[in-house]
């Protein structure tokens, strides 16, 4: 069921339906039966994965939770288990048939593998969750044990089920106890995320990756220098608005059932740093890397030496977590390069910290944050080919683009559809609030939901809705 | 029992010195300094790894947030939140 689709809009509608009618206890299992169907409608055997991933990791916390003995056993075992079924997936994997398509068309299909498995939907998100479930037992900070449905309801809720955003427990889990209020106001902020996701989707996202030619990163050659660098300028740009337009859209979803999604984007474009880039992109796996990765890394050389000069605790750490982000993204050797590529590059910008920061003294600040932007996002852009362009294709993109060839035969014209995407980005970022526009006096509010909703409509016909990249992850 | 002027005097010492490597830099109590971008998560981990050497507190990784620790103010109530818990 495509989250863009009739089908899910009658879905969302009737379970709001029934959760609004069954007494409050009872809506967590409404929306665990709900998540399950939900699930069940893109496979049959998906659920059975979720299934054991739920029990079995339940089981092993509760001994963590209520047990003083064989804590560090029990501890191994859950992560042990929750990445032996990553790893297993991630290794043997194919995409859902809906998302196969779509990825084949940027070459990011996996032709080697001899063990044809599905990857579920959704579990590298799922599986991340539960560690950091694992993770809080074993440090002592859920405040009580969740029942085993609540425990369900916290992998399995159906509007972040497919691609996040990843909820910390210790946020998440309280939110599913505690009485749920759904005012005018509410609603109003899940329409507006609503509308905000399908303009990022519908009028930004599906026009730019459209325009993409199916083999551009499979047959670079065939391609002038000014088209290879304007597409994939277009596909990073697609990809950013079709995951944040996903994100918005599914945190409206969730807002109508009372329960708060987190962010996972804050403007990265206008980024002031590599830092600061993987602190406004995809927030919730970025933090559970930092989490999870980075500061136990970091701290455990810095015991050794706090200095800032200590270099082990400046390289080793971020390279570790941007290779195992790469791993998360799959894979192939080309991710693993954009991890080990993005971990250097904040390695570095630390170094530069630690050492010299001379612009910061003699640049007025305008200028000095329009440069640091520019300077940010051309790196990031750069950095990322990697990302987007199989290893084995490497060399000829990059033959391609050293050519500085073919002006005439680019097509500037598709970027007229970044302009709401970025004027959305601008606005919510000058002040600092995504639902700035709710603020804004109703008749301007009038006019810019009217256009929002006709541009969406509109361009719903024009392109068909394709899946969210993000869920082939 | 230590004081909220000994944990805030080492506090911004350290902060000033190894972190901004500036001692004469003015830095306010409530000043953001995750946010505001002085400080990045090497150097949330640094002032954990300080305050465990130096209070004998550890800070567990999840609450090394800009929620808890983006002023020097935040970072002196964490510490004594700790100690007192």
Same mark, same amino acid.
């Given at each position: 069921m495509n989250l863009i689709s009739g089908h899910f809009i009658f879905f969302v509608l009737a379970v709001l339906l029934f959760y609004y009618a069954v007494p409050r206890k009872s809506q967590n299992v409404l929306l665990v039966a709900a998540s399950y169907l939900f699930y069940f409608s893109i496979s049959l055997w998906f659920p059975l994965i979720l299934i054991v991933v739920t029990v079995v990791t339940w089981l092993i916390a509760m001994q963590l939770f209520l047990k003083r003995q064989h804590?560090?056993?029990?501890?191994?075992?859950?992560?042990?288990?929750?990445?032996?079924?990553?790893?297993?997936?991630?290794?043997?994997?194919?995409?859902?048939?809906?998302?196969?398509?779509?990825?084949? *068309?940027?070459?990011w299909?996996?032709?080697?593998?001899?063990?044809?498995?599905?990857?579920?939907?959704? *579990?590298?998100?799922?599986?991340l969750q539960a560690i950091s479930f694992v993770v809080d037992c074993y440090q002592g900070r859920l405040a009580s044990f969740p029942g085993l449905m609540d425990f369900s309801l916290y992998l399995a809720y159906f509007p972040k089920l497919t691609a996040g955003p990843i909820e910390r427990p210790g946020s998440f889990l309280p939110k599913l106890l505690k009485a749920r209020t759904v005012d005018n106001e509410k609603i109003a902020k899940a329409f507006a995320?609503?509308?905000?996701?399908?303009?990022?989707k519908i009028v930004v996202a599906d026009p730019l990756l459209a325009a993409v030619p199916a083999g551009l990163f499979q047959d670079p050659g065939a391609y002038t220098a000014v088209q290879l660098i304007s597409m994939t300028l277009l596909f990073g740009l697609g990809l950013y608005f079709d995951f944040s337009g996903y994100t918005d859209i599914v945190r409206g979803i969730s807002g109508f059932f009372g329960i708060e999604l987190s962010p996972n984007f804050r403007w990265p474009l206008f980024s002031k740093g590599i830092s600061d880039f993987w602190n406004r992109w995809h927030i919730s796996l970025s933090h559970w890397l930092r989490d999870n990765i980075f500061y136990p890394l970091t701290r455990m050389f810095l015991k050794k030496n706090i200095r800032s000069d200590n270099w082990k605790a400046v390289f080793i750490p971020p390279v570790v977590t941007m290779a195992l982000s790469g791993f998360w993204h799959g894979t192939?050797?080309?991710?693993?390069?954009?991890?080990?590529? *993005?971990?250097?590059?904040?390695?570095?910008?630390?170094l530069w910290r630690v050492k010299v920061n001379p612009v910061r003294r003699i640049v007025p600040g305008t200028l000095r944050n329009m440069g640091s932007i520019v300077f940010t996002m051309g790196l990031i852009f750069a950095c990322s080919i990697p990302f987007m362009v199989p290893l084995a294709k490497i060399v000829p993109y990059m033959k391609g683009v050293s050519k500085l060839n073919g002006l005439h035969a680019a097509n500037f014209r598709i970027f007229v559809f970044l302009v709401p995407g970025l004027l959305i980005d601008l606005i919510q970022f000058r002040a600092n609030d995504e639902l700035v526009f709710m603020k804004w006096h109703s008749s301007f509010q009038a006019a810019a939901i009217a256009f929002a909703v006709l541009a969406v409509?509109?361009?719903?016909?024009?392109?068909?809705?394709?899946?969210?990249?993000?869920?082939?992850? | 029992m230590i004081s909220d002027t000994v944990v805030r005097k080492k506090l911004k010492s350290f902060i000033l010195k190894e972190i901004l490597r500036n001692p004469a830099y003015p830095m306010k109590p409530d000043e953001p300094l995750i946010s505001g971008g002085l400080i990045d998560s090497f150097s949330v981990v640094q002032i954990a790894v300080f305050v465990e050497e130096t209070f004998g507190i550890v800070i567990p990784d999840a609450e090394l947030?800009?929620?808890?620790?983006?002023? =020097?103010?935040?970072?002196?109530? =964490?510490? =004594?939140?700790e100690k007192r818990s």
């Open positions: 804590r560090k056993t029990f501890f191994i075992l859950a992560l042990v288990f929750n990445l032996a079924i990553l790893v297993v997936f991630k290794v043997h994997h194919f995409f859902v048939p809906q998302i196969l398509s779509r990825l084949d *068309m940027f070459g299909q996996d032709q080697t593998l001899g063990l044809h498995i599905l990857i579920p939907v959704g *579990m590298s998100f799922y599986i995320l609503l509308l905000i996701g399908l303009v990022r192939r050797a080309h991710f693993l390069v954009w991890g080990l590529i *993005m971990g250097l590059l904040l390695a570095v910008e630390r409509l509109f361009m719903s016909q024009v392109y068909v809705p394709g899946a969210f990249l993000y869920q082939g992850f | 947030t800009v929620e808890d620790m983006d002023t =020097l103010n935040q970072m002196v109530a =964490l510490v =004594l939140n």
